[in-house]
């Protein structure tokens, strides 16, 4: 077989997405940012490039070099842990290289045979990801609809099913801005098993000094927390949170943990110092609220046909995928970095801008924006 017949099907396949719209493609950074997810503008953030410089000067090394349980545990990732885990109020913290790695280590390692992961139907891919490759039987529930969950639980018990049941949810959902009822989740993982927040999206601009929304659950021994350090931290990387035990658990049982190289020391460095950004630089996350507001009152006024999120991440829903792109782009013609969200990142029918609010762009910028809207998106 020639190299061109192996790779036919490959080529077909991105034939197939260029006809349906959906051919995906790399795309550099223009315009003022209102698509990453740098909430709090930290990624350049001076007080992050200095602690680099200080971790470097003090012989801190650029790479692990390792596993963790091997040569790659440095001293700078342990105290990282101890302070992420007190900052937040778990008991323990393990570093990971990412949001999805650490959400698919989880997943795959915590949840036994016998158990049943229970998720949103919105999770983010990575959860989708764990749960497919994971032990436990899955089901999802509608999204944010707690009785809902109740009641696939019942149905589960009723079939006979003992074992402890998994609930994951984000905290605040990535593509739809909207915030899970986490309290009566939490009711629900106390009769039955385990909750696993993933605090992604809320991760220091929510709660106090930026402990998310599930900080007045940390702590509890059936809640496991995921706080990325790519987000609003300005950094790249993740934390697993929760008792001691489970903590330990995954050290001992889980592959991505055990089988990869460490997260790069320089990162606890920067998560490090982002913690102490968090307790310090309140004004960051008023800001950021100030922007919220200001845009959702702009949107009320010009577009009062439009919902609101009501948080950092705004998504209008525009429907096909087609005309949700070409918006995008004469949006982005503007000066704006907005970028249109399709299937199957999204449900069908559903393809949205996702505008993210960040202390990248300034309140003159997010008014210009709603502005823009007004002008190249006139519903009826
Ligand atoms: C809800 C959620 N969880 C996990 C992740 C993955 O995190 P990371 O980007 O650190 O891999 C993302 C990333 O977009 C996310 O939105």
């Given at each position: ?8 099907p490959?080529?077909?396949?991105l ?14 950074r ?10 709090l ?7 992050l490039?200095?602690?680099v ?5 003090d ?10 349980l ?6 700078a ?6 302070k ?7 008991e323990a913290?393990?570093g990971?290289?990412g949001g999805?790695?650490?959400n ?11 158990d049943?992961l229970?998720m ?7 959860t989708?990801?764990?749960?497919r490759?994971?032990r436990a ?5 509608r999204h944010g ?5 109740a009641d ?6 009723q079939?006979g099913?003992?074992?402890a049941v ?8 990535s ?13 629900l ?12 999206h809320?991760?220091?601009?929510y709660?106090?000094d930026g ?12 809640v ?5 350090l790519?987000k609003?931290?300005g950094?790249?990387?993740?934390l ?12 001992n049982?889980?592959?991505p ?7 790069s ?5 920067v998560?490090s ?6 307790r ?7 800001d ?9 009152e ?13 948080s950092?991440i705004?998504?209008l829903?525009v429907?096909?995928?087609v005309e949700?792109?070409?918006?995008a ?5 503007r ?8 299937p ?8 949205r801008l996702?505008i993210?609010l960040?202390?990248?762009a ?7 924006l709603?502005?823009?809207?007004e002008?190249?998106?006139p519903?009826?």
């Amino acid at each position: 077989m020639s190299s061109a017949d192996r790779l036919k099907p490959y080529r077909e396949n991105l034939e197939g997405l260029t006809r349906q719209g959906r051919r995906r493609g790399l795309a550099g950074r223009q315009g003022v940012d209102f698509a990453s997810n740098d909430y709090l503008g930290l990624a350049q953030s001076p007080r992050l490039v200095d602690a680099v410089r200080r971790a470097l000067d003090d012989g801190v090394p650029v790479g692990a070099a390792g596993s963790r349980l091997l040569r790659g545990n440095t001293a700078a990732q342990e105290a990282f842990e101890e302070k992420a885990a007190r900052h937040f109020g778990a008991e323990a913290a393990l570093g990971f290289g990412g949001g999805y790695v650490a959400n698919f280590a989880a997943l795959t390692t915590l949840p036994q045979r016998g158990d049943l992961l229970l998720m949103d139907e919105l999770s983010h891919a990575s959860t989708h990801e764990g749960a497919r490759a994971g032990r436990a039987a899955v089901q999802s529930f509608r999204h944010g609809d707690v009785q809902h969950a109740a009641d696939v639980i019942a149905a589960w018990r009723q079939a006979g099913n003992r074992g402890a049941v998994w609930i994951a949810v984000e905290s605040l959902y990535s593509m739809d801005g909207d915030i899970a009822p986490l309290d009566d989740l939490a009711a629900l993982a106390d009769e039955h098993g385990f909750l696993l927040v993933d605090e992604a999206h809320a991760t220091g601009i929510y709660g106090p000094d930026g402990r998310g929304l599930a900080h007045a659950l940390e702590g509890r021994g059936n809640v496991l927390t995921l706080h990325t350090l790519g987000k609003a931290m300005g950094g790249s990387g993740a934390l697993l949170c929760g008792a001691g035990c489970l903590v330990d658990f995954m050290v001992n049982r889980c592959r991505p943990f055990i089988f990869a190289t460490a997260p790069s020391p320089l990162m606890a460095a920067v998560g490090s110092e982002a913690l102490d950004i968090l307790r310090e630089e309140a004004w960051r996350r008023e800001d950021l609220q100030g922007h919220v507001q200001a845009f959702g009152e702009e949107l009320r006024r010009r577009l009062p046909h439009l919902q609101f999120s009501g948080s950092q991440i705004v998504p209008l829903i525009v429907g096909p995928d087609v005309e949700t792109m070409e918006l995008a782009r004469r949006i982005q013609e503007r000066g704006f970095d907005v970028r249109g969200i399709r299937p199957p990142t999204v449900p069908e029918g559903t393809s949205r801008l996702r505008i993210s609010l960040t202390l990248n762009a300034t309140r003159a910028d997010v008014i210009r924006l709603a502005e823009t809207l007004e002008e190249l998106w006139p519903v009826s």
